[in-house]
């Protein structure tokens, strides 16, 4: 069985100090590989969300880091 974790790239738990952390902790525990998601696309405006009830983006959604970066950063510092 091949085990895989997603870094924290969203949210409050986004940091490149929890990025390197987990990716550390992966690398020593022999995780098979790191993922991220991508974030294509973005809102025009924080107030035309059509998935929320009111049209704002949620808190949640609002600390993204770019995938291709994240995923560099923590190799890049192993």
Not at 24 to 31: D, G
Not at 45 to 73: C, K, M, R
Request: no cysteine; charged share 20%.
């Amino acid at each position: 069985m091949k085990i895989s974790l997603a870094l924290p790239q969203a949210d409050e738990i986004a940091s490149t100090e929890n990025f390197l952390n987990m990716a550390r902790s992966a690398e020593k525990e022999n995780v098979d590989s790191l993922w991220v998601f991508e974030q294509l696309l973005w809102p025009q405006s924080a107030n035309t969300v059509p998935w929320t009830s009111d049209g704002h983006l949620p808190e949640e959604y609002q600390i993204i880091f770019d995938p291709l970066q994240t995923i560099d950063f923590a190799a890049a510092n192993l």
